[in-house]
């Protein structure tokens, strides 16, 4: 009888007593995943989980059901990098107001969301959040290094204070959040710990609601990777000529809103066609990536470099005057020429680029695709080409959609060259 009494109390613990919607009344005992994913009446259920006194909690008893539908909503609808702080807060509702911690592995890589909004690195506090990182992801295919780990502050979740007296407490994971990439979840208590209403079955409601976070991440991930690759271009991993034409109308109708100016740079490879005919495309393919890597060095994080031709490169400045656009573009094209190419040869292959530059100064009015700004730095880009090429140009200042018409680009020739 001592085994059946064992089992009995077993059975009993791993139950939820449910309650009807009006008082008095009970309902039969429904066991943990009936109670997550009953579709019916799903609203009308409450629980007996009491939830801590809290500024942003209700005293009240909660209610499983309805809480678990109203957080897949919420976590379903979110498609962008909101999905953890949303996650963190109303998470909230089961850990008694007790912050979480995610720690996202990506092969090898190891980024902490907290909600500290200035962590230490080198406090005691991180220094916790690490070890339990690497306890947690000991068996990971490749161990954690401590300098491919990275923290971030998570946004619209309850600021947490960082004290040398915080506990961390792995929560159930890690979970797969795609190929070699894990989830998983601490929770952030005090040096006295409030266990009241903390259950199994506590546990169970964040285990099933961290496993569809970490589903929803790799979806997330796994669309951001398809938009890219929809956007980028293979060979030299600059953005493509159609992600070109999203950006400079965006762009173009911020100019107009804002009358702010807008430049263009249109670079062209010199005698591209000699170097596929004497050296093979192979070697110009590796001129195409090297090319396309120096320019994305060269350019500031606001500027969208795009692969526009099959040897031409269109670089959109926004916020950037005339003379600031040639300054960059004579610069990036003095790195062009600087550059040894590979090969396979002793002696490196020296390669020129020729540069055409336009700018919108706000005035005025630009379409909404940017075609003048198009046009104007490809005037230029051709008068770069017949005035002896490895140089770059300057389009004639434009006011207006007609503005410049006729008028020849000016030659911008540093006294270097």
């Not at 009494?5 to 077993?10: T, V």
């Not at 001129?287 to 890597?293: N, S």
């Not at 140009?393 to 434009?398: G, V």
Request: hydrophobic letters at 35%; a positive charge; aromatic letters at 8%.
């Amino acid at each position: 009888m001592k085994w059946l009494r064992r089992y009995w109390l077993q059975g009993k613990n791993s139950l939820l007593t449910v309650f009807a919607s009006s008082p008095g009344k009970r309902q039969n005992l429904m066991t943990m995943p009936q109670l997550a994913f009953a579709a019916a009446g799903s609203g009308e259920g409450s629980v007996i989980v009491p939830v801590a006194a809290n500024g942003t909690i209700p005293k009240n008893h909660f209610r499983p059901l309805s809480f678990l539908q109203d957080f897949f909503n919420a976590i379903t609808d979110i498609q962008d990098a909101r999905l953890l702080p949303t996650a963190n807060r109303l998470l909230l509702q089961l850990t008694n107001g007790q912050p979480l911690v995610f720690a996202e592995y990506r092969q090898g890589n190891l980024l902490i969301h907290t909600s500290c909004r200035n962590l230490d690195r080198d406090g005691v506090f991180a220094k916790k959040l690490v070890q339990a990182c690497r306890d947690t992801y000991r068996k990971a295919p490749r161990p954690v290094n401590r300098k491919n780990i990275q923290f971030e502050t998570l946004g619209g979740a309850a600021e947490l204070q960082e004290t040398d007296s915080l506990g961390v407490t792995p929560l159930p994971g890690p979970h797969p959040c795609g190929t070699g990439c894990f989830l998983a979840a601490f929770l952030v208590s005090g040096p006295q710990r409030e266990r009241t209403g903390w259950s199994r079955e506590t546990d169970q409601l964040l285990h099933f609601c961290l496993q569809h976070v970490a589903i929803r991440l790799r979806e997330i991930n796994a669309l951001a990777a398809l938009r890219l690759n929809a956007s980028t271009d293979p060979l030299t991993g600059v953005y493509n000529r159609r992600f070109f034409h999203e950006v400079l109308s965006r762009e173009s109708e911020r100019s107009n809103r804002h009358h702010q100016p807008l430049s263009l740079i249109i670079l062209d490879i010199d005698h591209f066609k000699v170097i596929n005919d004497t050296f093979g495309h192979l070697t110009g393919d590796r001129v195409l990536r090297e090319i396309g890597r120096i320019t994305r060095e060269s350019i500031r994080t606001i500027d969208t470099v795009c692969r526009y031709g099959g040897e031409e490169f269109a670089i959109i400045l926004p916020q950037t005057e005339l003379e600031a656009a040639s300054l960059i573009a004579e610069r990036l094209r003095t790195s062009i020429a600087e550059f040894p190419f590979s090969t396979g040869e002793e002696r490196p292959l020296v390669v020129t680029a020729s540069l055409g530059v336009a700018c919108w100064h706000g005035s005025g009015y630009l379409s909404g695709q940017g075609t003048e700004l198009i046009q104007a730095a490809d005037r230029a880009l051709y008068a770069a080409k017949d005035t002896g090429r490895n140089r770059t140009c300057t389009a004639p200042e434009s006011q207006g959609p007609t503005a410049g018409k006729g008028r020849k680009p000016v030659v911008f020739v540093p006294s270097a060259c």
